[in-house]
């Protein structure tokens, strides 16, 4: 959540403890909406007489035009919702599939508050046998998003400028 309290102005104290606890709350809420879902329903099917309805004479399929409206306006989200689904799930094997340019699996980013934590850990690591390189930023690729205005050749370009050290693009 920390990424999502620095997109807004306000902080979201949204958060679980453990990942059992998100599964508990996460298989809850699905539990609650289907009793939800199925009650009005069952509610609404036990008002009727099954003897009334096995002689024929109770009518159905006298809908409202806010019924029809309703009911295809339901199917028309389910639709979109499974197709939103499988394109998600396509675009996701996609991006994990794709070549970035670099081994982004070797690579291991800390994020740190400031700048002097970042120098005690370069000073403590520095001396690892393990360690092939070492390198700082101010933001990561893929964890931050801003743009800068730049102007060459009489051109005018929105680019993401990076500060970062100087071995940073070194494999």
Not at 141 to 167: C, L, M, N
Request: overall charge positive; charged content about 15%; aromatic content about 14%.
């Amino acid at each position: 959540m920390p990424w999502l309290n620095a997109l807004v102005a306000f902080k979201i104290p949204f958060s679980f403890s453990s990942a059992t606890n998100m599964i508990l709350f996460f298989a809850s809420l699905i539990v609650f909406i289907m009793l939800l879902s199925g009650l009005y329903p069952a509610v609404y099917i036990s008002r009727f007489q099954p003897v009334v309805i096995l002689k024929g004479k109770e009518k159905f399929g006298q809908r409202s035009k806010l019924s029809r409206i309703l009911l295809t306006l339901q199917f028309v989200s389910a639709f979109t919702t499974i197709v939103g689904c499988f394109v998600y799930i396509d675009n996701n094997l996609y991006l994990k599939n794709k070549d970035w340019g670099y081994d982004h699996h070797q690579n291991i980013v800390v994020p740190l508050a400031t700048s002097d934590q970042y120098i005690m850990l370069r000073d403590k690591v520095a001396n690892q046998t393990d360690l092939i390189s070492l390198a700082g930023a101010v933001n990561h690729i893929g964890w931050y998003r801003s743009t800068a205005p730049i102007e060459h050749e009489g051109q005018k370009f929105e680019v993401v400028p990076f500060k970062v050290g100087f071995d940073y693009s070194k494999p």
